[in-house]
């Protein structure tokens, strides 16, 4: 048993969909989350420039007492691979939870992942799901402008650009016949249903922050970690840049982000 | 006369337009680049964030000898206003070179102005042409899409993601009929023939980065700074995150640029 908060950290507010998630699996559990606004975004960053502000990040919520790290960002998840950067609390990103996700899923063996340039350079999705399930086909496509379009509001399923930029995104993927999408960036999941059009009837999409929250749950669980408080959890949000502008586009991930305790705080 | 450097810094590669007038116009100067890849875009962060990433940016590259810094960014120079960071040096943003120019070419009175939403929200290019010529008509529109799509190379004329983006945001600066447009970013003359496509005939397009470097070289003769050496001016360039990813990009903006030194530097 143990009271202290779960610790989540993205580098903007894709992180919320995670946060959410976690909000409706462990209720009662305190959430301290940080948004590196001032910085976003990580997926088009070098790899030792994204490794270094994760390491910040990660200070910053270890400020605070947390009994759990998660990284709800898939480029640092993705440049972290295995690599756990804390050693005395229990810590995921979202790759694994997710490549594990869709290996369970799948039917036709036929995976599709969507990230950031970070993300599938580094070719991390490829690597968790083929340590789970070598026979399955993976077949992967980079959406530099997805988090941009996100974290801007352009996500209303008939918002033309972000249509565009989805068909020309996706194009592969559909060719490949995958029967599941990784939504492997955490914003994804807010233009869900403009990439569920494109996909078409039949293909599974997998929030990456969502299953790096049930992951979570499942990691507190086994160690005996969760809050023994029957209150509702309490939420707390930090952001590197500005409150205002946090506010104004916390609300297409998350209600509760846009009205509760938010603090600008610099790392 | 004056052999020390001019110093240059942007977001990111934007300033490069800049560089590249300012070799074209003064080519035996030497010239010190910053540009701060590691936490681009400035255009969609709060005043306070850009402001302190300014200065920061200035004290990089007031470590070397230079005689004079030009912020080519429209972000930084509209938050800046009329204020320089710098007091024993000249210093000029690229917000009134602009605005100068564009008060001097309009034949109609009716001036547009496209930038970053930080940009636009600061009203400075109404400020600066109404403090130049009361009665032009200026029109404004914030283009947050513009500089990652420069930034990821979706810059070919007929990039269909690029040109809807333009169509959608160049419509009201169309319906007001003006006759000169200010490209108010120094990223946006990298998509000039889409622009260009998109206003029609008869606007003039001006580039602010090209503005500032004109004023640079006004300033420069005005206060007897120019170099007298007759050797071709050398450039230095400065980023924040990796010297491989600016080399990919840099040939956009200038052959010189992927081509010559380039370091990587924290800030």
């Keep these: 048993m143990n009271r202290d908060a779960i610790g989540v950290f993205d580098s903007g507010l894709g992180g919320l969909t995670c946060v959410r998630e976690l909000g409706r699996i462990l209720p009662h559990e305190n959430i301290i989350y940080f948004g590196d606004t001032a910085r976003i975004p990580y997926g088009t960053r070098s790899r030792e420039t994204v490794l270094r502000y994760a390491k910040e990040d990660i200070a910053f919520l270890r400020r605070h007492p947390v009994k759990m790290i998660v990284a709800a960002c898939g480029t640092v998840s993705s440049m972290l691979g295995l690599n756990s950067p804390v050693d005395d609390i229990p ?87 995958v029967d599941t999408l990784i939504m492997g960036c955490t914003h994804y999941p807010i233009i869900r249903d403009i990439i569920a059009d494109v996909m078409g009837e039949g293909v599974t999409l997998i929030s990456a922050g969502e299953e790096a929250a049930k992951f979570a749950k499942r990691c507190l669980e086994q160690q005996d970690l969760l809050t023994d408080s029957e209150e509702p959890g309490h939420n707390v949000y930090y952001v590197s840049d500005s409150v205002s502008m946090f506010r104004e586009n916390a609300r297409h991930f998350l209600e509760d982000a846009a009205r509760g305790q938010v603090f600008s705080s610099r790392l």
Excluded at 107 to 120: F, S, W, Y
Excluded at 135 to 147: K, R
């Design 91 to 177: 810590f995921t990103g979202v790759v694994y939870p997710a490549a594990a996700a869709a290996c369970n899923l799948t039917k036709n063996g036929r995976v599709g992942v969507i990230g950031t340039p970070a993300t599938i350079r580094s070719a991390s999705y490829e690597t968790a799901v083929h340590t789970i399930n070598e026979s399955v086909d993976v077949t992967v496509m980079a959406c530099p402008l997805f988090v941009h379009l996100v974290e801007y509001g352009y996500t209303d399923r008939n918002n033309a650009i972000t249509r565009l930029a989805a068909e020309e995104y996706l194009a592969p993927i559909r060719s490949a016949g």
